[in-house]
Structures are given as structure tokens and as C-alpha cells.
């Protein structure tokens, strides 16, 4: 299947995320709980690890886009989905899915499409690591 086909079969991930100004909405923080327990240091060390990711995943799926490199945005959005999934980031985790699989396809309408996908994903990007941060510094 070609990777234009994939674009056409995505869902609105930014309605699944909700708002992207703050960052709230971009994830939800009882995801994150459930997996820290109710050890808060833990949880402000794996959002400020996770903020930290977000911000390193942006900037190497920009490099890889301006490059059309498809076998690298596919490990690159691998990466990602995964650890998006344990934050309860459930938008970004579905772009990145997305973009995992254009990655793979490759082949004729890639680029646009990969470039769709990510006008969504790289502003919920940023939205996502100021979330993870607010979340973070309210955990004390």
C-alpha cells in the first residue's frame, strides 16, 4: 500500500489529544500515576525524561523529513510511539504510529505524507514537553 493511502485513513489525532497551548490535554497524567505509583520523584523523573525525548524526537523527525530518509523516520517514530503509550500521550502515540508506518511503505506520496502527519505531530510535540514539565514541577 502506498503511503498516501495511509493518510487518508487517519483519525484527527489533535481531537483525541485535545488542546495544544499549554500543553494540557496533550497527555494525561494518570497514565504516568498508574505507572509511578504514588512515588512522586519517579513521576517528575520520567516526565522530565519523557520532555526531554519529545524535544530530541523533534528535532531528529525534522532532520529525517528535510532528508526524506523513510527508514530512519520509521525507527525514529518507533521509538516514539512506544514511550508516548507510557505517558498517556495517546494523540502523539498515533501520529507517531502513523508515521511509523508511511516510514516503512516509503515508495510514492511518502514525503507528502510523512510531511502531513507531521504539521500535526511536531506542534504537539512542543505542547506535549510543556506539559510534561508543568506536570513534573506540580509533582513537587
Known amino acids: 500500500m502506498c503511503a498516501c493511502a495511509y493518510v487518508s485513513r487517519l483519525s484527527n489525532a489533535a481531537d483525541v489529544a485535545g488542546p495544544l497551548g499549554d500543553g494540557e490535554g496533550v497527555f494525561d497524567p494518570s497514565v504516568l500515576r498508574a505507572f509511578t505509583g504514588d512515588d512522586a520523584a519517579f513521576f517528575r523523573e520520567l516526565a522530565e525524561e519523557f520532555a526531554r525525548s519529545a ?34 500521550a495517546l494523540g502523539a502515540q ?25 504539521s500535526q505531530l511536531l506542534p504537539m510535540l512542543r505542547a506535549l514537553e510543556a506539559g510534561l514539565l508543568a506536570a513534573a514541577e506540580a509533582a513537587g
Open 94 to 118: 498515533e501520529l507517531a504510529a502513523s508515521l511509523e508506518r508511511i516510514g516503512r511503505a516509503g515508495g510514492a506520496g511518502a514525503s507528502r505524507a510523512a510531511g502531513h502527519v507531521a
Open 55 to 88: 524535544r530530541t524526537t523533534h528535532a531528529e523527525l525534522e532532520a529525517v523529513l528535510a532528508a526524506d530518509d523513510f527508514v530512519t523516520l520509521a525507527l525514529v517514530a518507533h521509538r516514539f510511539k512506544s514511550a508516548a503509550g507510557q505517558v498517556g
